[in-house]
């Protein structure tokens, strides 16, 4: 069985895949961070492992293929970004929400390992994606950095004096279970008043239903429920009534950006990080709407020597992320 990837001697292609909620991605990372031969499909992650290994293993190859007619060096080891919580040791999912039941507890990594004849390396989605910005985005140059996702969900990866950050059973970095406010609601992992629960798509989505279903008086955001239904309610159209003025949706987005906000100085005051680098659906949608406010709390409260150091700012590869990072996870990572 081939092994986990070991540092190579010296850059070299890798192949790469981002196994999403929505897509399948693979495409080869050259040593410059440019991605050659991509495709993507639909994720076919609701279904079980064996269609997992099979579609992944499938476009793989015709990543590999087509790679390989342009002329390119072949790939040395297969990176992998997926969601959490997994053992990068292991190349084990352990029991991520929303993927098939088989898959928990799956050893993907060694599964693609073999049936692609490569070296595997397997993180966390946000991992990975700390490493791409770090080598090739938005905290190139910089040795101290926390990388937040603010998308259906809230995640992060932290690097700290130029190295990955992993803590005890790798489990360190969910920004996303920072409590924000002990009498808060409660969170999709049983706990209060979570950063998630409150500014994540999932939460402020949650949070409008939630609303709706007592008697008050939101009439902007109870029509949009209504034309939507039966779909349920999204963060765009909570954003949407927002927007026309409805109080309650107003309320909700505020408290969303207060809840960013005031995690972004806990991170800072922990972490002392040169970047916040904040990507994801959310953050992409509302820039400066959620970035300044939180720019503004660090100043005002965060410690005098964290303040000066950090800039909070948009992350710079976007949806590659997840391919980009393949090669720092290979050559650096766990
Ligand atoms: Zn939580």
Redesign the pocket.
């Known amino acids: 069985m081939p092994a986990p990837a070991q540092q190579p001697s010296r850059p070299a292609p890798v192949l790469a895949l981002d196994l999403g909620g929505t897509h399948l991605r693979t495409a080869v990372v050259d040593a410059q961070g440019a991605l050659t031969a991509r495709r993507r499909t639909r994720s076919p992650i609701s279904q079980g492992a064996a269609a997992v290994v099979e579609a992944a293993t499938r476009q793989l190859d015709e990543t590999r293929v087509a790679h390989r007619a342009t002329g390119g060096e072949p790939p040395v080891a297969l990176g992998i970004s997926a969601p959490g919580p997994l053992d990068p040791v292991s190349g084990r999912l352990i029991d991520p929400p929303n993927l098939h039941h088989s898959l928990h507890g799956f050893a993907l990594g060694p599964a693609l390992g073999d049936a692609l004849s490569l070296p595997w390396s397997l993180d966390r989605d946000t991992n990975v994606a700390v490493l791409a910005e770090s080598r090739f985005g938005a905290g190139a140059g910089f040795p101290d950095l926390v990388y937040v996702t603010v998308s259906t969900g809230i995640g992060g990866g932290i690097i700290t004096s130029g190295r990955l950050l992993t803590g005890g059973q790798r489990a360190a970095g969910e920004v ?2 920072i409590s924000v406010d002990m009498d808060g609601p409660i ?5 209060r008043g ?4 409150l500014s994540s798509g999932t939460g402020i989505a949650r949070s409008a239903h939630e609303a709706l279903d007592t008697d008050v008086h939101a009439p902007v955001l109870r029509a949009i429920a209504a034309r939507e239904a039966p779909r349920p309610l999204e963060a765009v159209h909570v954003d949407e009534a927002a927007t026309a003025g409805d109080a309650v949706a107003l309320d909700i987005i505020a408290r969303a950006i207060r809840a960013f906000a005031a995690a972004i100085v806990s991170i800072a005051n922990l972490f002392a990080p040169d970047r916040i680098i904040v990507g994801g659906g959310i953050a992409i949608a509302w820039g400066d709407r959620l970035l300044q406010p939180a720019r503004d709390a660090v100043e005002a409260h965060a410690f005098r020597v964290q303040a000066a150091r950090v800039r909070i700012v948009p992350a710079a590869l976007g949806d590659d992320v997840g391919l980009i990072g393949a090669l720092p996870l290979v050559a650096f990572g766990v």
Do not use: N, Q, T
């Not at 969170?187 to 706990?191: F, L, W, Y």
């Not at 979570?194 to 629960?197: A, D, S």
């Open positions: 996303g279970h969170c999709g992992c049983g706990a979570h950063l998630e629960r």
